[in-house]
Every structure is written in structure tokens, then in C-alpha cells.
């Protein structure tokens, strides 16, 4: 493993040791408290943009398998762990990370570093960068506070999908793994794609929706041409006044047809762009 240096915006510098990609990446610095679900932390759309600080000492010790995926590929742009598991497989898949950093103290501290200079910040959070390539502190500083905050950012078109498709995979089963719907669903579900999650639409699928998948920039006429019972706005990255076209179509099609969002598309669907 090589050396690493993580570099917060208001300066801040831990120490560590590479694992998985090496490289330079940014990205806001959030934290999660899970003790397990790092390779969906790892899949998961909503943190495109963000790198992540694992709270639970000891991460990778399960390895990684094929089912437990929440979209086709890495998310984050960063990974920040205080010891990684024993699983070689682990790190071949990470994105670039680090470990061995005092991902408690800044977690505990976050609130209390001298950040009033920077503008992400104010916010309740700082930008940070994890390199593997340039370890003199100041520069790292200089690069993090250049980087592009989320506010404002269109990350939603980075991580939705090209075209609709057909979802038809349902809950998981111990002996048989994924099941496919033995038939059509009850309601036909129009959801969304702002970076929604595989288990989300096996959920959808497995209490009986027949689901079509959308790009988010598709338009509320498009989706009323599929004649669907109900649209499903999903979880996804970013600031959502950075995704008007969204809210647009929402506008579109309130009291038309019924409409339920979780995380960034509830954000959308209570907005008063959407409104």
C-alpha cells in the first residue's frame, strides 16, 4: 500500500495508507455509521460527488459478492476507513480510499474546525481530496479548496440512465438467489431514474409492480404515453435546484397521476419548483 494524505478544505491533513485504486479524487467528505452494507455504500448512486468516512472501525472483513450491488458500478469518489478487512477483493474493487486515518476525529470535530473561509462549508460540509500522488499538504489544500462544490452541480445526469428499460428482477432468495416475476405486476410504476437503486426496484417488484425505468430528463408527456398508475421520483446525488428539468416534468404531472419520491425525490416532489 502506499502512502496517502486525506486534505480537508479549511486544511485540515490525516495521514493514511492506500487500498483498491490509487490516484487523486475530490469530493465533499460525508460520514456514514453503518457496521455493514459497505459494498452498497460503494454502489450507491446518491453519494456520486461525495467521498465517504466509514464510522465502524473495521471495514472489508465480508469481502464483496455479486448480488448485493446498488447500481453497475463504483459511486463514491472516495473511500475513508480507519482499518480495512482482511479481504483482498475488497480493495481490488474500491474506488481510490484510504485507511488508517482518525475517521472519528473528524467526525466528532467536524463542527468545530476553523472552516470560516470556506463556502461549502457553511453548509455542513467540507470538500476534501484523498492522493496517493502528491503528498505535500499545501498543495493538496490549495487543489480542495479549487474543487467544485455539490451546490449547484447537475449530478444527476452523471449517474442516471441512457434509455428506459424494463425491471424485472425481484426479491432475493437463499436457495434460488434473484427471482423474476412469475407475472405482470398489479400497477404499472414509471420510476424515475435520479439514481435510484437496484434493491429499490426489486422492493417495487416484489410487492407486485410491473416497473419501467426512465431517464430523468424524460418529459411528462413520455411518461404519460406509457399509461403508468403511478410515477416514482428516486434517492439520488446532489443539490435538487441543480435538476429543474425534474421538477419540471413533476409540475407536469401533479393531479394527473400519483406520485411518491424517496430522498432526492422527495426533495423534487416538495420543492417549489415542482409546485
Not at 466509514?54 to 472483513?61: A, K, L, R
Not at 481530496?129 to 452523471?158: M, N
Not at 432526492?264 to 416532489?269: F, H
Request: charged share 25%; net charge positive; glycine share 10%.
Amino acid at each position: 500500500m502506499k502512502k496517502t494524505l486525506l486534505v480537508l478544505s479549511d486544511g485540515t491533513t490525516y495521514h493514511g495508507w492506500s487500498f483498491g485504486a490509487e490516484g487523486e479524487t475530490t469530493g465533499e467528505v460525508v460520514f456514514n455509521t453503518s457496521m455493514t452494507g459497505y459494498q452498497e455504500v460503494l454502489t450507491d448512486p446518491s453519494y456520486k460527488g461525495q467521498m465517504v468516512a466509514m464510522t465502524y472501525p473495521e471495514i472489508g472483513n465480508y469481502g464483496l459478492n455479486e448480488e448485493d450491488f446498488e447500481s453497475s458500478r463504483i459511486q463514491v469518489e472516495g473511500f475513508i476507513v480507519r482499518k480495512r478487512g482482511r479481504s483482498r477483493r475488497t480493495g481490488e474493487r474500491a474506488a481510490v480510499s484510504t485507511t488508517g486515518c482518525g475517521r472519528r476525529a473528524w467526525s466528532a470535530s467536524r463542527d468545530r474546525h476553523p472552516r470560516a473561509h470556506d463556502e461549502a462549508a457553511r453548509s455542513g460540509s467540507l470538500i476534501g481530496i484523498i492522493s496517493t500522488e502528491d503528498l505535500d499538504p499545501a498543495s493538496l489544500v490549495q487543489k480542495a479548496r479549487r474543487a467544485p462544490s455539490i451546490e449547484g452541480r447537475d449530478l444527476v445526469a452523471e449517474v442516471t440512465c441512457k434509455a428506459a428499460y424494463k425491471w424485472e428482477v425481484g426479491d432475493w432468495d437463499l436457495k434460488a438467489g434473484y427471482s423474476k416475476p412469475a407475472h405482470a405486476g398489479r400497477y404499472k410504476v414509471a420510476a424515475y431514474d435520479c439514481g435510484i437503486k437496484y434493491n429499490i426496484l426489486r422492493r417495487l417488484t416484489a410487492v407486485g409492480c410491473d416497473v419501467t425505468v426512465v431517464p430523468a430528463s424524460t418529459t411528462a408527456e413520455e411518461v404519460l404515453a406509457l399509461n403508468p398508475d403511478g410515477v416514482f421520483l428516486s434517492n439520488g446525488p446532489g443539490d435538487p435546484a441543480a435538476v429543474p428539468y425534474v421538477a419540471e416534468s413533476v409540475r407536469a404531472l401533479l393531479g394527473r397521476k400519483p406520485i411518491f419520491g424517496i430522498c432526492l425525490g422527495n426533495q423534487i416532489l416538495a420543492s417549489r419548483s415542482a409546485r
